[in-house]
């Protein structure tokens, strides 16, 4: 089992940055058989939305709304996956959760993570 903990979230000013990080724990060949960590966030009163992906050897994946402002990263020999978000805007605010897959692919549908986060708030004031 893999128990992943984001952390980082907090309030905002719009135009300001945030940098998640998410920690992976639990047992070690399931965490190296991890190839997929993923970003999601969750506006209230809407879906959970994917934000961005990144395999081990660091392909990285974004919805198109947020290449530029956000860059997702991630340390390997740390269990531990980032999220830079820059340029923060209001309609960012979310709860933000890390997610992990053995999928041998980056996906974007939920429903092809194995593992998710508890979650961490962000909130960006205008």
């Known amino acids: 089992q893999v128990r992943l903990v984001e952390s980082g979230g907090g309030v905002v000013l719009a135009g300001g940055s945030l940098r998640l990080a998410c920690t992976a724990s639990?047992?070690?060949?399931?965490?190296?058989?991890?190839?997929?960590m993923a970003w999601y966030r969750q506006a209230p009163g809407k879906e959970r939305e994917f934000v961005a992906a990144?395999?081990?050897?660091?392909?990285?994946y974004y919805v198109d709304s947020l290449k530029g402002r956000f860059t997702i990263s991630r340390d390997n020999g740390k269990n531990t996956m980032y999220l830079q978000m820059n340029s923060l805007k209001p309609e960012d605010t979310a709860v933000y959760y890390c997610?992990?897959?053995?999928?041998?692919?980056?996906?974007?549908?939920?429903?092809?993570?194995?593992?998710w986060g508890q979650g961490t708030q962000v909130t960006v004031s205008s």
């Open positions: 990144i395999s081990w050897s660091g392909s990285t």
């Open positions: 639990g047992n070690v060949l399931s965490i190296h058989s991890i190839y997929v």
């Open positions: 997610a992990a897959s053995y999928l041998r692919g980056v996906g974007t549908r939920s429903n092809e993570y194995d593992y």
